[in-house]
């Protein structure tokens, strides 16, 4: 509470000190000397893909994020209602890569005219636009797309671009290291050290930012590879950023610090470890399942080698792997505050995928829309069990946890035909004393798979506890109730079938949702295993066999 306390005190005393005219004086005048660039004596070119088709969009005025579109009515770049995601994907300007993609003069002259616009509107330092985020991404976007958009420009829109670039490249020096975390620090970081190698007798700026990342470095990144936050999706920002400013580095001729390849190595292990035989992501903590090729870019330029990790003790997961059969079960504690914000309330719940067919998999997020995102993060959303209906960690309208899960345990044992993972966490504890264990086997090549769910109270029962154990199938899985209600057929789109039984409880087969990819939900199913905890034990016991062996 005392360092939110100082965050606010610090962010408030940073609008008064930036957001004035004589502040915006001093961008425009650069009273601490230097010359006004002209060029660029290295450009850190991006080398990431972008899409033909967003880039047709562009030329039209009009943005897309997640398959969603967005026009700016008359250029104005500042709209309310906008959420979060939505802003940084316009003022970060990482679109110049779709115009990029789609090449020729029109895509060329709509990136300078969607340029000139945004610095039409942003003369000086706003609060918003200019965060710290924001504004790393935007300039470094701006340097690595330069060749693309500026390189055959006219005087004018140089001169204009480069005014505008060195003002935004001072305030990020004199607002840095500000009050930002996580990911939208190491954005912000990228921009300065994209400034410091790109602009003639700013060494200093590379300099603080190297600190700056080292330290982010200590703070963000696990000794196991794994983000902060334990989701895929931001590990895989994190290492890109790693990854561009090492290449910003080889192409300045700047020699690169040791403990950085050593952290891109750790980072690429992880990532890899979070694929599954599909080449995508699982969906844990915020994640969606990815694109492909931009998963491969980042793992290729990661220049990482090695096998596919069983276990990332420190971030909280563990992988069982037989034949051609994958489990992935999130086995961590919630990150402290403020990276818990996007964090699921999902201890134990796992996904199961057979070959490049997903089976069972958690509900999925949403890439902007900040009440989907809320609404995918209750545990109902996932594979694990649930007491009457509350969620295992405290989800507060500020979107972080109150009451959470801080203590689990975690044994597997592993053979050369059978796994065998048992972990426990205590979400439910301080509300009704409640431990939640979960055991779960794979053997025969991985085809048959058994599950046991118990719960045990350490404080004496006082009133019955409802209990709902869900397995939300993937779209692509379809679902039969057979044996009079007691068990269910799941037949994948190659014609495999599995056999879903269990033991203890009742069976219900419910409509629900999946935000995998795309900001569009899709219409799956979930089997439901509801049961009542009458004293101070309860077990639920399940299985899946594959059918036709």
């Given at each position: 509470?005392?360092?939110?306390?100082?965050?606010?005190?610090?962010?408030?005393a940073?609008?008064?000190?930036?957001?004035?005219?004589?502040?915006?004086?001093?961008l425009?005048?650069?009273?601490?000397?230097?010359s006004?660039?002209?060029g660029?004596?290295?450009i850190?070119?991006?080398?990431w893909?972008?899409d033909?088709?967003?880039?047709r969009?562009?030329?039209?005025?009009?943005?897309?994020?997640?398959?969603?579109?967005f026009?700016?009515?008359?250029?104005h770049?500042?709209?309310?209602?906008?959420s979060?995601?939505?802003?940084?994907?316009?003022?970060?300007?990482?679109w110049?890569r779709?115009l990029?993609?789609?090449g020729?003069?029109?895509?060329r002259?709509?990136?300078r005219a969607?340029i000139e616009?945004?610095?039409?509107?942003?003369?000086?330092?706003?609060?918003?636009?200019?965060?710290?985020?924001?504004?790393g991404?935007r300039?470094s976007?701006w340097?690595?797309?330069?060749?693309?958009?500026g390189?055959?420009?006219?005087e004018?829109?140089?001169?204009?671009?480069?005014?505008?670039?060195?003002?935004?490249?001072?305030?990020l020096?004199?607002?840095l290291?500000?009050?930002?975390?996580?990911?939208a620090?190491?954005?912000?970081i990228?921009?300065?050290?994209?400034?410091?190698?790109?602009?003639?007798?700013?060494?200093?700026w590379l300099?603080?930012?190297?600190?700056?990342?080292?330290?982010?470095?200590?703070?963000?990144?696990?000794?196991?590879?794994?983000?902060?936050?334990?989701?895929p999706?931001?590990?895989t920002e994190?290492?890109?950023?790693?990854i561009?400013?090492r290449?910003?580095?080889?192409?300045?001729?700047?020699?690169?610090p040791?403990?950085?390849q050593?952290t891109?190595?750790?980072?690429?292990?992880?990532?890899?470890f979070?694929?599954?035989?599909d080449k995508?992501?699982?969906?844990?903590n915020?994640a969606?399942e990815?694109?492909?090729?931009?998963?491969?870019?980042?793992?290729?330029?990661?220049?990482?080698?090695?096998?596919?990790l069983?276990?990332l003790?420190?971030?909280?997961?563990?992988?069982?792997?037989?034949?051609?059969?994958?489990?992935?079960m999130?086995?961590?504690?919630?990150?402290?505050?403020?990276h818990?914000?996007h964090?699921?309330?999902?201890p134990?719940?796992?996904?199961?995928?057979?070959?490049k067919e997903?089976?069972?998999?958690?509900c999925?997020?949403?890439p902007f829309?900040?009440?989907?995102?809320?609404s995918?993060r209750a545990?109902?959303?996932?594979?694990?069990?649930?007491?009457?209906h509350?969620?295992a960690?405290?989800?507060r309208?500020?979107?972080?946890?109150?009451?959470k899960?801080?203590?689990?345990?975690?044994?597997?044992?592993?053979?050369?035909?059978a796994?065998?993972?048992?972990?426990?966490?205590?979400?439910?504890?301080?509300?009704?004393?409640?431990?939640?264990r979960?055991?779960?086997?794979?053997?025969?090549?991985?085809?048959?798979?058994?599950?046991e769910?118990?719960?045990?109270?350490s404080?004496?029962?006082?009133?019955?506890?409802?209990?709902?154990l869900?397995?939300?199938?993937?779209p692509?899985v379809l679902v039969?109730?057979i044996?009079d209600g007691?068990?269910?057929?799941l037949r994948?789109?190659?014609?495999?079938?599995?056999?879903?039984?269990?033991?203890g409880?009742?069976?219900?087969?419910?409509?629900?949702?999946y935000?995998?990819?795309?900001s569009?939900?899709?219409?799956?199913k979930?089997?439901v295993l509801?049961?009542t905890?009458e004293?101070?034990f309860?077990?639920?016991?399940w299985?899946?066999?594959?059918?036709?062996?």
């Amino acid at each position: 509470m005392k360092s939110n306390v100082l965050k606010h005190i610090r962010r408030k005393a940073s609008d008064l000190a930036f957001n004035n005219a004589l502040y915006n004086w001093t961008l425009h005048h650069n009273i601490l000397g230097g010359s006004q660039p002209q060029g660029f004596v290295t450009i850190p070119t991006d080398g990431w893909p972008g899409d033909m088709e967003k880039g047709r969009w562009l030329c039209e005025g009009t943005f897309t994020l997640g398959g969603e579109t967005f026009e700016i009515p008359n250029s104005h770049w500042y709209l309310e209602g906008l959420s979060q995601d939505w802003m940084a994907h316009i003022h970060g300007f990482s679109w110049l890569r779709d115009l990029r993609a789609l090449g020729g003069d029109q895509a060329r002259l709509a990136a300078r005219a969607l340029i000139e616009s945004w610095i039409d509107h942003h003369h000086g330092f706003d609060k918003v636009t200019w965060q710290n985020d924001f504004t790393g991404e935007r300039l470094s976007h701006w340097i690595g797309c330069y060749d693309f958009f500026g390189a055959s420009a006219g005087e004018e829109f140089q001169d204009l671009f480069f005014n505008s670039l060195s003002r935004q490249a001072r305030h990020l020096c004199r607002a840095l290291p500000g009050d930002s975390t996580g990911i939208a620090q190491l954005k912000a970081i990228k921009g300065l050290a994209y400034c410091g190698i790109a602009l003639e007798g700013r060494e200093s700026w590379l300099e603080v930012a190297l600190d700056l990342l080292q330290e982010e470095t200590r703070k963000q990144i696990l000794p196991d590879g794994g983000h902060i936050t334990r989701s895929p999706a931001q590990l895989t920002e994190a290492l890109q950023i790693f990854i561009d400013i090492r290449c910003a580095l080889k192409a300045a001729h700047y020699p690169v610090p040791g403990p950085m390849q050593h952290t891109i190595d750790r980072m690429a292990q992880a990532l890899r470890f979070f694929r599954y035989s599909d080449k995508k992501l699982c969906v844990f903590n915020g994640a969606q399942e990815g694109d492909i090729n931009f998963l491969e870019a980042v793992l290729s330029k990661s220049n990482a080698r090695g096998k596919t990790l069983t276990r990332l003790p420190q971030s909280g997961y563990e992988r069982l792997t037989l034949g051609r059969s994958v489990i992935m079960m999130d086995t961590g504690s919630p990150p402290a505050y403020p990276h818990e914000r996007h964090h699921h309330a999902a201890p134990l719940a796992f996904e199961f995928i057979y070959g490049k067919e997903r089976i069972f998999t958690s509900c999925g997020s949403h890439p902007f829309d900040p009440t989907w995102q809320d609404s995918l993060r209750a545990t109902a959303a996932h594979n694990t069990l649930s007491i009457d209906h509350r969620n295992a960690a405290e989800i507060r309208h500020d979107g972080h946890f109150g009451r959470k899960h801080r203590k689990m345990s975690v044994t597997r044992e592993d053979t050369h035909d059978a796994c065998l993972i048992e972990a426990t966490h205590d979400g439910y504890v301080s509300l009704n004393g409640i431990t939640h264990r979960r055991r779960i086997y794979m053997g025969e090549q991985g085809h048959d798979i058994r599950g046991e769910d118990t719960l045990s109270c350490s404080i004496g029962a006082v009133n019955p506890k409802e209990i709902a154990l869900r397995f939300h199938l993937h779209p692509r899985v379809l679902v039969s109730i057979i044996q009079d209600g007691t068990e269910a057929l799941l037949r994948l789109p190659g014609g495999a079938g599995w056999r879903f039984h269990f033991s203890g409880g009742a069976f219900a087969l419910e409509n629900s949702i999946y935000l995998g990819e795309g900001s569009r939900p899709r219409k799956t199913k979930q089997l439901v295993l509801y049961g009542t905890m009458e004293s101070d034990f309860a077990r639920i016991k399940w299985g899946l066999q594959r059918e036709g062996r």
